[in-house]
């Protein structure tokens, strides 16, 4: 008898999440099988709810777009909304503004005021006697940068209404600011009797600056306010060496109220409709008046 009796294999105990399901009434099923139709009981289509693909198809079938077509639908009516020389954002995140039409001749206003100091120095040269080896220095580098200033003015009134016109990315203007930069070098040597150390190390800062300019435009990327920001710093330091080195008090409190009144015009251009950085062209006139005033003495 003990050899006919089947044999049964022993009982293993049940992992405890079998256990729970068997005493949860639920048939424990082989494995997988029941946590997968778990799964699917659980899920909309399951329960008859409609999944999110049946949301979109049924929108579709009702003529009514899915999100992604609402959001190129309203971004194109924005597009259409916009004013010409609205702000916008490009790929890389920069501010993005076209040209207006309208602010055409206010650009070419900024290029003909960018020539007004380059005639002064001129004429200042003309009068001096045998003008010195600084003053040509400071003269050489204002005509190159007033080139590259005129030139990108130039370009933005020819581009202006243009949506794929960015004036950021344009290389005239990476030229444009690099040359100051580049006239904040001499302008320091002329200020400060050329003192090595100081010429060093303003022309340390400037160099980084032209490189950061230079670096941003062949990546492919924008420019961005900041750029105009560091010039700012960059005029404030080589000015300072006008009262350190010269004790030239008057020239240097004539050259800072002059770039004061600058700003206050090139801050305010958006709401002179774009005749403040022309205006702001203008006041360079007295600051390189009391430059090449004391850089002459």
């Not at 329960?47 to 309203?74: I, L, M, N, V």
């Not at 794929?164 to 930069?181: G, K, T, Y």
């Amino acid at each position: 008898r003990s050899k006919l009796r089947p044999r049964v294999a022993p009982q293993l105990p049940l992992p405890p999440r079998r256990a729970l399901q068997m005493a949860a009434g639920r048939s424990p099923g082989p494995g997988r099988e029941t946590e997968a139709s778990e799964v699917h009981a659980s899920t909309p289509a399951a329960r008859g709810a409609p999944t999110q693909r049946g949301k979109f198809a049924e929108k579709a079938r009702s003529g009514t777009p899915p999100p992604a077509a609402d959001k190129r639908a309203s971004q194109e009516s924005l597009d259409a909304k916009r004013p010409e020389g609205a702000k916008r954002r490009t790929a890389n995140g920069a501010r993005k503004e076209a040209t207006p039409p309208e602010r055409f001749w206010q650009e070419l206003f900024s290029a003909g005021s960018m020539v007004v100091p380059s005639i002064y120095f001129a004429w200042f040269l003309r009068q001096a006697e045998g003008p010195s080896a600084s003053l040509t220095a400071l003269a050489s580098s204002t005509f190159a940068h007033c080139a590259a200033s005129v030139a990108f003015h130039v370009q933005c009134a020819c581009c202006g209404g243009d949506a794929s016109f960015n004036h950021l990315e344009s290389p005239l203007r990476c030229a444009d600011m690099v040359l100051i930069h580049l006239c904040c070098i001499f302008y320091s040597g002329a200020a400060c009797n050329w003192d090595s150390c100081f010429v060093a190390a303003n022309a340390a800062v400037n160099l980084l600056c032209m490189l950061s300019l230079v670096w941003t435009r062949l990546g492919g990327l924008a420019g961005s306010p900041r750029d105009s920001l560091r010039t700012v710093g960059c005029i404030f330091l080589y000015t300072s060496a006008l009262p350190y080195f010269r004790q030239d008090y008057w020239n240097y409190l004539g050259i800072i109220c002059s770039y004061v009144v600058g700003g206050v015009f090139w801050k305010a251009n958006a709401r002179l409709d774009g005749w403040g950085h022309g205006m702001f062209h203008l006041t360079l006139v007295p600051a390189s008046h009391f430059l090449l005033r004391s850089a002459s003495t």
